[in-house]
C-alpha cells in the first residue's frame, strides 16, 4: 500500500459511509493502492456501526476507535498508525469538498512533500473567521510564505518528513495540521497547493464558534507561538 488515508470521525453518521465509498472508487479508478485509517473519537451516532459494516464487505479498513478526545488527538493518532506507508492522505468526515482535487494532488506527488487542496469557500462564523485570520498571520510571521489555508483538513503528506514533524508535536495538540504546516514551511520543503471546490450540497450547518471551541483556539495560537523554538 502506497498510501494511507486519515478520517477522524466524531458523529457523522450522514457523511462517512458516502465519503468512504466514493473515495474507495476514485481510489480505484485512479489506480491508487491505499489503506484507510478512520479514527472514531467516540460517536454518539451511527458512525461507527456504519464503518465497521463498511470494514465487513471493503478490504483494506482500519479502525481506531476510543472515547471522545477531540478532532487534533484523533488525528495525531491516526497519523502514528499511517507512518508506515509512503503518503498519508488526510480528509474530515464532513464531506464539505469533492473529492477532485485528490489525482490532482497525487500526480504531483513526486515534486513535493506536503501537497494541500485550500479551501476557497468556508462555512465559518464571523469568530472562527477572526481565529483563521490571525493564527494564518501568526505562521507567516513566524515560519514564511507559502500556504493560505494553513488548516486544512485536505492535503497529502511525505510520511517521512511528517514523521519528524510529529516528534515536536504534543499528542494532546488542539489543531496538530496547523504545527505541520508551520514544520514544513520553516524547514523550507516544496509544497503544492490546489483549490478545493465545496461539494454539491455542502454547507448545510454553519460551522460556530463554540466555547470549547473558542479555548481551543487560543491555544492553538499559543501552540503556534511557542512551536518556533522547538524547531
Known sequence: ???AVVIPVFNEAKTIGVLINDLHRLMSSENISCHFIIVNDGSTDE??????????????IEIISHKNVGHGPSLLKGYQHALQYEWVLQLDSDYQYDLSAIPILWNKRQQYQLLVAERKQRNASGGRD???????SLITLLYGKGLRDINSPYRLMKTSKLGLALQYIHPGSFAPNILIAAWFLKNKLPIFTTPAHAKTGAFERKSQMSWYIFKGCIKAVSDIFFFRFKI
Not at 477572526?130 to 494564518?136: N, P
Open 1 to 3: 500500500m502506497s498510501v
Open 47 to 60: 458512525s461507527l456501526s456504519i464503518v465497521e459494516s463498511l470494514a465487513k464487505s471493503t478490504a483494506g
Open 130 to 136: 477572526i481565529v483563521t485570520l490571525v493564527s494564518r
